[in-house]
């Protein structure tokens, strides 16, 4: 129960962690992108703007300028073009081939009015990467367009590298998390574990307490019984004894579960001889039933990895609990079968079934499904909890299809042992 809390708040804090990481991560690369690669593209608007401007101006005074200025691509630089009649009429552009061939381009370049376009160029090995911008103007009447450009190139590896970074720290902190969900889960689960040991500790120290005063009372019934006779009260008492040492042994063996070792590899344990005995022994207990239990199987052999003494723990509960739910004249049978994956143990009765709001809690400790039903029936409502820890502890599974007054299926599974 603790390991299961434990590996539940372990993944809990983890995905917290990891998410909460992540969240940051596009946190900062949107913050990022909006600092700079809004900022420069609002640069480049103010450029073209500033661009326009002087284009008015130069109605006035037109002549042909073309510039070319050293360019690199690890330079943030930016660069205008004004297009007349599908001819450059005025440029600030790179020098070099890079200018050739971004001349070129821009002569090319199918751009809308003041929509950013990115395009790339490959220039030596080296990849230029452009944001740009145009607008429309008029020149001596004559319809042009006016592109200005910014070479990206330095930005986008920069971001290139940020991710990089940003993607290791990811998966460091991912790594991270698991330790660090480690450590909140143990510290979160501390007081619990203490408690539960306490509680542990109690159930032990007082079943063992109480096993001496019942041992005492057991011993005393049967010696009056053996100098008196019997007698109806002194049966009584040694029924409730009885039923008294059961629950005692219940418990303690509930205190012990948790602790015993789950992960041992068990030999595999050929359950079909286990079955056959069981029933011999239930049947010869209930020589007064009308019909005896039977098994149902057309395999040979069924093997699972699972200690002898846990079958026949978990068989015991299922088989007491049939033969305490069902009338004496209705059927009780067991079933084995496997599907090469799975190996199923059915216990099926005819007896008094359970209401389907008690399904969901008969696996619970001490719940008793329908008090009035079972007043007659002895029972704390511990065996299917610790049949239900036994099977789990061995990789199993439990589960119950039942409708009231027709009967009850109880089918455990296991892994089949290879
Ligand atoms: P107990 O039988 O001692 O009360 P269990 O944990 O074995 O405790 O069972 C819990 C409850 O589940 C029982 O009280 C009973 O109401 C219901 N139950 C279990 N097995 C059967 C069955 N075969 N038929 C009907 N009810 C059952």
């Not at 290791?168 to 539960?196: D, E, G, H, T, W």
């Not at 409708?403 to 109880?410: A, L, N, Q, Y």
Request: contains cysteine; proline residues 2%.
């Amino acid at each position: 129960m603790i390991d299961k809390t434990k590996k539940y708040l372990v993944w809990q804090y983890t995905c917290i962690i990891f998410a909460i990481s992540a969240l940051l991560f596009v946190g900062c690369d949107s913050i990022y992108h909006y600092v700079i690669t809004h900022n420069l593209e609002e640069n480049l608007a103010d450029y073209l703007n500033e661009e326009y401007r002087e284009a008015l101006d130069y109605n006035l005074n037109f002549h042909e300028e073309i510039h070319s200025s050293a360019a690199d691509a690890t330079m943030i630089q930016t660069f205008s073009y004004w297009i007349l009649d599908s001819k450059i009429i005025h440029a600030d552009q790179p020098e070099g081939t890079i200018g050739k061939e971004l001349l070129d381009k821009v002569l090319r370049l199918d751009i809308a009015d003041r929509e950013l376009t990115r395009f790339k160029l490959k220039n030596q090995k080296e990849i230029w990467k452009f944001a740009a911008l145009a607008t429309s103007f008029t020149l001596k009447g004559q319809q042009g367009k006016i592109v200005v450009l910014m070479n990206m190139t330095p930005i986008e590896k920069f971001t290139h590298t940020y991710k990089k970074i940003g993607f290791i720290v990811l998966f460091v902190i991912c790594l991270l998390s698991y330790f660090i969900a480690l450590s909140l889960a143990n510290r979160a689960i501390a007081p619990i574990v203490k408690m539960y040991h306490r509680q542990k500790d109690f159930v032990s120290n007082a079943s063992h307490e109480l096993k001496t005063p019942l041992g005492v009372l057991m011993a005393y019934s049967e010696l009056i019984e053996t100098k008196y006779g019997s007698n109806a009260e002194i049966d009584v008492i040694k029924d409730e004894v009885k039923n008294m040492s059961g629950l005692i042994n219940d418990l303690l063996y509930l205190s012990k579960l948790d602790s015993l070792k789950t992960n041992v590899k068990r030999p595999p344990l050929d359950i079909l001889s286990c079955l056959k005995e069981t029933i011999k022994k239930f049947n010869a207990l209930a020589n007064d039933r009308k019909f005896p239990i039977t098994l149902k199987t057309d395999k040979q052999n069924l093997t699972v990895s699972l200690s002898l003494g846990d079958l026949e723990r978990i068989l015991n509960v299922l088989i007491e609990n049939a033969l305490k739910y069902t009338p004496k004249d209705k059927h009780i049978s067991l079933e084995a079968d496997t599907d090469d994956k799975k190996v199923y143990i059915r216990v099926i009765d005819e007896g008094i079934g359970i209401e389907q709001k008690d399904i969901a809690h008969i696996f619970e400790k001490f719940y008793r499904a329908d008090e009035s039903h079972n007043r007659n029936i002895s029972g704390y409502g511990l065996g299917l909890s610790i049949a239900k820890e036994i099977i789990e502890q061995n990789r199993g599974s439990i589960s119950v299809i039942s409708h009231p007054g027709k009967g009850s299926v109880f089918t455990v599974e296991f892994p089949a042992a290879k």
